[in-house]
């Protein structure tokens, strides 16, 4: 008699799609609210763009639950960095914060794919990607989660961005106004939500300048 093995796993994957694109003097982040598990959509209205700090928002999709722990942990640890400093973390610092953190689980990881982004402090946006275990990059742009393959191929045609091998290194800051960009990130998720189903139902938008925080949303297909 074969022995049968229980098909458990500790994790699940709860798609959606988020994206963050760094200008000159502003950073946009978007995902969509989507949140399903296998066929089934779970909730339509589930933000997963979370505040680190006044300057510094994540985007995270995946599994859920790992990602609600992992953001408990960075508030905890910001809190922490807030008493002893007497100042909020810088967005680079926020970006090694989270790559630590995920390394630190690395052999039973953070089910979570993340994208951060903020202001750094020249007032640059600036855009972190992620994977599962801390290596990170700051980049121009970047998109992660079940989405992410329709819309990289998107956003490299129009954005073009410069070769991480040029010497002297160039800027990784995107080319587009503010208001091209909100509308390049919309662009992207009508697009991807016609194609994958664990995207869908509304984006929402975030716009950081030097003004402050900026919220918008938009309709997206909801079957």
Known sequence: MTKEHANWSPYDNN???????????YCVIAADTRMSTGYSILTRDYSKICKLADKS???SSGFQADVKALQKVLSSRHLIYQHQHNKQMSCPA???LLSNTLYYKRFFPYYAFNVLGGL???GKGCVFTYDAVGSYER???????S???LITPFLDNQLKSPSPLL????DAVTPLSEAEAVDLVKTCFASATERDIYTGDSVEIII????????ESEQLRKD
Do not use: W
């Open 57 to 59: 928002f994540m985007a």
């Open 120 to 122: 750094d402090s020249e």
């Open 139 to 145: 980049v121009g742009y970047s998109a992660q989660g």
């Open 15 to 25: 798609g959606g799609t988020c994206v963050a694109i760094a200008g000159a003097d």
């Open 94 to 96: 926020m970006a090694q």
């Open 208 to 215: 950081l300048n030097a003004n402050g925080v900026r919220h």
């Open 167 to 170: 010497l002297p290194a160039k």
């Open 147 to 149: 989405g992410a393959t």
